[in-house]
């Protein structure tokens, strides 16, 4: 049950809720809860739901910030103060690019959505085209929305659902919060702590260089992550100075959220199927200081990457990994999305019952995504704090299933709360950004560290664009 005291060391700004995920949270990434008193959280209105989000934002923001601040301090010899604006927070967990002149493509595929099953509702989650192959085949129909839904009305949705997950695609039924708390895997992810952390031996402690005014300035940041947290855990990274060099294969393309979460890195194309592009992403590996991947467990282990040869290219690495159904129980290592998460865990039902509604309502955006992605990237920078403290490297493992623990956990919202107040052009950056698709301007960044901008040097870029090599071995 959640304790709503707001802790003494925190700011009378933070909300009793806001607080009770921020505790969480940093005490998640082995944080010291005297660096809370150096945090403001300001401004008013939340994000429409059930649920606590807009407080969530906040806090998950404000960790990943106050990582950034405790590694400055470092340089600093003191501890710069760390301001979050919860407004922008909310809008930075919703979408923060405004283009000018061009449209962003469609976020859903055709056939991706909500279906009334037999007994239930089941969303079906299409946007890679293996995966709408999987479920038409299942559906016996093709890509045509009314020939989907008459086909998903045939069936029971926790049939479908397995069926679906057997031929490799991905679908969730609708589940209650209690039905979740009764499954298998949700007693599982339920029993996990927030984030799986484990120090790893290490060595000498490294000479990490450390810029007053852009902390992760010389971070080495090696991406493998597509939608949708790990994305926005580099991008905050490279938001700090970090160098992001994100790797996809041949082909890949995610059109509808791609300019959105590529800001301020380089991207490259291997094939990890070829010896010689494994051979260049373990290269790249043993010269990076933070490694991010969404891989499925074993999918590393079957290239010869697993913990282990990891750890012998690089014994100091920040391996920050991350899975969709939490990593115990029989569902570890399942495929899955934000959008299923909340309908497996109980959200998309929680948030239909609140709203009178008749169909899955799900929590604005993709909130769980965006949080465990901060989340993330809050624990990936103490990691390298603790890495110039004592040498040693470390492994963090996070789940959206456990992030969505930690929203429910925080209980309910007023059904009363204050909206927050409508954008305007003026929470735009002042300048404009020439992403890979054309001109655009972003929300202004929702936090602010003493004498530490949050920028970007790098516009968004499309992928493959750069070769697969750290800036200073091109040099």
């Known amino acids: 049950m959640r304790d709503d005291t707001a802790p003494t060391f925190l700011s009378s700004t933070?909300?009793?809720?806001?607080?009770?995920?921020?505790?969480?949270?940093?005490?998640?990434?082995?944080?010291?809860?005297?660096?809370?008193?150096?945090?403001t959280i300001e401004g008013a209105g939340a994000l429409p739901s059930t649920f606590h989000v807009t407080d969530l934002a906040g806090a998950a923001v404000a960790a990943a910030s106050l990582s950034v601040a405790e590694l400055a301090s470092l340089r600093q010899g003191?501890?710069?103060?760390?301001?979050?604006d919860r407004r922008l927070a909310s809008f930075w967990f919703l979408t923060t690019l405004r283009p000018q002149g061009w449209s962003m493509p469609p976020l859903w595929d055709a056939v991706a959505g909500d279906y009334r099953a037999a007994d239930g509702w089941i969303r079906l989650h299409t946007n890679a085209p293996h995966h709408r192959d999987a479920a038409l085949a299942v559906l016996r129909t093709h890509a045509e929305r009314e020939a989907v839904a008459a086909a998903v009305k045939q069936w029971q949705a926790a049939a479908l659902e397995t069926a679906i997950v057997a031929k490799n695609g991905c679908a969730a039924t609708m589940r209650t919060l209690a039905q979740w708390a009764d499954h298998p895997q949700g007693r599982a992810v339920n029993a996990e702590p927030l984030l799986h952390r484990s120090s790893t031996a290490g060595g000498d402690r490294p000479h990490l260089p450390l810029s007053a005014g852009r902390p992760l300035q010389g971070i080495r940041v090696l991406d493998l992550t597509r939608i949708l947290a790990g994305p926005v855990a580099t991008r905050f990274l490279a938001g700090f100075g970090a160098e992001v060099l994100r790797i996809d294969p041949p082909g890949w393309e995610e059109p509808g959220t791609v300019p959105e979460v590529v800001l301020g890195k380089r991207c490259a194309r291997l094939d990890l199927k070829n010896p010689d592009g494994l051979r260049t992403l373990e290269q790249l590996l043993a010269r990076a200081d933070i490694f991010v991947h969404g891989y499925r467990p074993d999918a590393l282990a079957r290239l010869g990457l697993d913990s282990t040869r990891r750890r012998q290219l690089n014994p100091g690495l920040v391996d920050v990994c991350l899975d969709a159904y939490g990593w115990s129980g029989p569902w570890s290592g399942r495929r899955g999305y934000d959008s299923l998460i909340q309908m497996s865990t109980g959200i998309a039902d929680a948030g239909m019952r609140a709203a009178g509604q008749d169909r899955p309502t799900p929590l604005p955006g993709q909130a769980i995504d965006h949080a465990t992605g901060y989340l993330l990237a809050a624990a990936a920078v103490r990691g390298l704090v603790e890495r110039l403290q004592t040498g040693r490297g470390c492994e963090i493992r996070g789940s959206l299933a456990r992030t969505a623990r930690l929203l429910v956990s925080g209980g309910n919202q007023p059904d009363d709360t204050e909206a927050p107040a409508p954008e305007q052009p003026s929470d735009w950056s002042d300048l404009v950004e020439q992403t890979g698709w054309g001109p655009a301007r972003r929300i202004r960044p929702p936090v602010a560290i003493a004498d530490i901008p949050m920028m970007w040097d790098l516009p968004a870029p499309k992928l493959g664009s750069s070769a697969a090599a750290w800036l200073a071995d091109k040099a």
Request: no cysteine.
């Open 14 to 39: 933070v909300s009793a809720p806001a607080a009770y995920f921020l505790r969480e949270i940093w005490q998640a990434v082995g944080g010291d809860p005297a660096h809370l008193s150096h945090l």
């Open 78 to 84: 003191k501890f710069p103060a760390v301001q979050v």
